[in-house]
């Protein structure tokens, strides 16, 4: 490894060109400089300055290690400040959550970036399952999730609790199994979850969503409904999936006997410290979904 004190003299003596100032700014003798210089032609077994009377001039090598080592010191000497920076409206902070929290409450977080510059959010939409493991391999900060799973490892706070809605489409008045089963099922990430819950606390049939002719897949939250508008099958989806879709008047949500609600809570990693931006955006997600 390169003694960054060697890259200092030979940055030193480029700068200044003459040996003697380097030597002064380094607060060494002029031999101790060159000793430097000779060590670290040694260390990369190449040759740096080319000599000649009083003066040198810089090989190839000597040029390409300058722009490097000007890069390193600089780093260094940065260092100490960007490790002791933690500012509550500067950094990235990297969210996961289910589609349906998300088309509400990305847009809040972008204002909030809008109003701090210096603070960049990272969101991307994921089914459950995969949320709690981003969490565990620290790819993300926050995760917003509806299961609690690995609990020895993670941390789950309670933020709030969301509508489960049938969604078919217009023509359906009445919900009826014989229904359902006709017209079939919507999949979609999180739609065994979602149908197991709201399905089987309502029709005594239902045993698995699998039970439903598949009318088709998306995992694309704002499209999850497009097929269901289309008369194409029905779904189970977050209320705030539902109130986002257009045009409205192509699908119809049903009240059921026995509502379910989903909570959702906010997922960090147990005795995981986390930067003041983090929190800043931890508190803003509390405001907008509590």
């Not at 030193?12 to 060590?39: D, N, P, V």
């Not at 199994?177 to 979609?188: N, P, V």
């Not at 149908?195 to 039970?211: R, T």
Request: hydrophobic content about 40%; proline content about 7%.
């Amino acid at each position: 490894m390169i003694n960054p004190n060697l890259l200092k003299s030979f940055v030193t003596l480029c700068e200044t060109k003459h040996f003697t100032l380097a030597a002064e700014q380094c607060h060494m003798t002029q031999s101790g400089l060159s000793q430097h210089i000779k060590k670290l032609e040694s260390q990369l077994n190449v040759e740096l300055i080319h000599r000649h009377a009083k003066r040198f001039e810089l090989t190839p090598a000597g040029e390409r290690l300058l722009e490097q080592a000007q890069h390193i010191l600089g780093c260094l000497t940065e260092l100490p400040e960007q490790i002791r920076e933690d500012e509550p409206y500067r950094g990235t902070v990297k969210i996961m959550s289910p589609g349906s929290v998300g088309l509400k409450l990305y847009p809040v977080l972008l204002t909030l970036q809008q109003s701090h510059p210096e603070l960049v959010i990272e969101y991307r939409f994921a089914p459950n399952k995969d949320i709690a493991e981003a969490v565990k391999t620290k790819q993300i900060d926050i995760g917003l999730t509806s299961e609690q799973v690995d609990q020895h490892v993670l941390t789950y706070d309670p933020l709030a609790s969301e509508p489960l809605l049938l969604v078919t489409p217009e023509f359906i008045t009445a919900p009826s199994w014989d229904a359902l089963s006709t017209i079939g099922f919507i999949h979609h990430p999180d739609g065994a979850y979602h149908g197991n819950l709201l399905l089987g606390a309502n029709y005594p049939e239902f045993q698995h969503v699998n039970q439903l002719p598949n009318r088709g897949f998306s995992n694309q939250i704002g499209l999850i409904l497009e097929p269901v508008s289309r008369g194409l099958g029905f779904t189970v989806l977050p209320a705030h999936a539902v109130s986002a879709f257009s045009p409205a008047e192509k699908i119809r949500q049903h009240t059921l006997t026995h509502p379910i609600w989903e909570p959702l809570f906010i997922c960090q990693g147990k005795h995981q410290p986390y930067t003041k931006a983090v929190n800043t955006v931890k508190k803003a997600i509390k405001e907008v979904l509590s």
